[in-house]
């Protein structure tokens, strides 16, 4: 009879416990993705400081297809920090979907483009960085020039 009681008591903690369990994995994947967005912010900075200009992808690359656009920007920040894991959210689910994905080159996020003038990402309080789908369920995350990550909901309200 104790036993039951034990199996019964145990059985409700773990059944009130559950749910906590899943807003803890969204707290620490938006975490993840916040810190996926800092280390491409720092890289782009690194870069910026050190070309004096943003990053200018080749005129070809407007033709290229989606994997080899996220290769070059991979491939140019990897020296500057932002490695392939930087740029997949881990609430992502499109590479859940398709784990063959995560062979190429994926990023859950799209970088901007300014022109080469070396003040042009500093001005307008334009963003850097924006997720590509709203992952955590309000609005995708934006990153502005000065590394402050913000939702596409409220792009100059909370953070």
Request: with cysteine.
């Amino acid at each position: 009879m104790e036993l039951v009681i034990t199996v019964a008591v145990v059985a409700v903690l773990a059944s009130l416990a559950y749910p906590s369990f899943n807003g803890i994995r969204k707290r620490a994947q938006k975490a993840k993705c916040i810190g996926n967005m800092r280390v491409i912010h720092s890289a782009l900075d690194g870069y910026v400081l050190e070309k004096n200009t943003w990053p200018q992808m080749p005129e070809m690359a407007f033709n290229w297809e989606e994997e080899d656009y996220f290769k070059w920007w991979i491939d140019l920040l990897d020296d500057y920090g932002a490695g392939p894991d930087s740029w997949l959210c881990p609430a992502d689910k499109v590479f859940e979907i398709n784990p063959k994905g995560l062979k190429g080159h994926n990023s859950s996020y799209i970088p901007a483009l300014f022109n080469n003038h070396q003040y042009t990402p500093f001005r307008w309080n334009q963003p850097w960085l924006v997720e590509r789908g709203d992952f955590h369920g309000k609005g995708a995350h934006v990153m502005m020039q000065d590394g402050s990550i913000a939702t596409s909901q409220s792009p100059w309200g909370e953070r």
